[in-house]
């Protein structure tokens, strides 16, 4: 069976794309950030939560900041993108649920009233919507390096607050030459897949 996706799509989206280390210099627009939000928002969640937040590093006193707490072989690249982008999740999410899931209100404080429930639940659901955002990227025609490599005590004391916890960091741009590794190897159908 094929797949109802364009090809040059699939391409596109997966097996032409991967992490980017190195950009051109060509800016990333708010109105580009504006269209792949526009976009992935509509990927699916647990509950409609939607607990991913972004924060578009812009200035160069912000990405000074933001490199003296990334791991030593995440900084050149990222002092160097046309655009940075710190992913977080909102743990305090369900304040929104009223209005994102009008039909179950009662979600917020039936299911979300303790503060270990909701961190697990904005963990597991703004990673979701990660992954679309990266998607995203792709789909608008740009690259994106995401990384996890950094202090997430320093991000979080830096750019966020006790109520939003780092999940990466992503650089996002047009690819440079030479922007890629290899592709490494992926695991086989067998291997991932497991009939009962």
Not at 74 to 100: G, M, S, W
């Amino acid at each position: 069976m094929s797949l109802v996706l364009d090809p040059a799509a699939q391409d596109l989206l997966f097996r032409e794309a991967r992490t980017a280390n190195a950009f051109t210099d060509e800016p990333v627009t708010d109105e580009q950030v504006q269209a792949i939000y526009d976009l992935v928002k509509y990927g699916p969640t647990a509950f409609n939560q939607t607990p991913l937040r972004v924060v578009l590093v812009r200035t160069p006193e912000a990405r000074e900041r933001l490199v003296s707490h990334l791991a030593e072989g995440n900084q050149a690249k990222t002092a160097a993108a046309p655009l940075v982008a710190i992913l977080a999740a909102d743990n305090e999410f369900h304040e929104e649920l009223p209005t994102l899931l009008p039909h179950f209100p009662q979600a917020k404080d039936a299911f979300f009233s303790e503060r270990p429930v909701r961190e697990a639940a904005a963990t597991v659901n703004a990673s979701l919507q990660a992954a679309y955002f990266i998607l995203g990227i792709r789909a608008a025609g740009l690259a994106a390096g995401p990384m996890t490599g950094y202090d997430a005590a320093g991000i979080q004391k830096e750019f966020l607050d006790g109520d939003h916890t780092p999940l990466m960091v992503v650089n996002i741009g047009k690819p440079a030459e030479n922007a890629w590794f290899p592709r490494s190897p992926r695991l086989s159908y067998e291997q991932v897949v497991t009939t009962v």
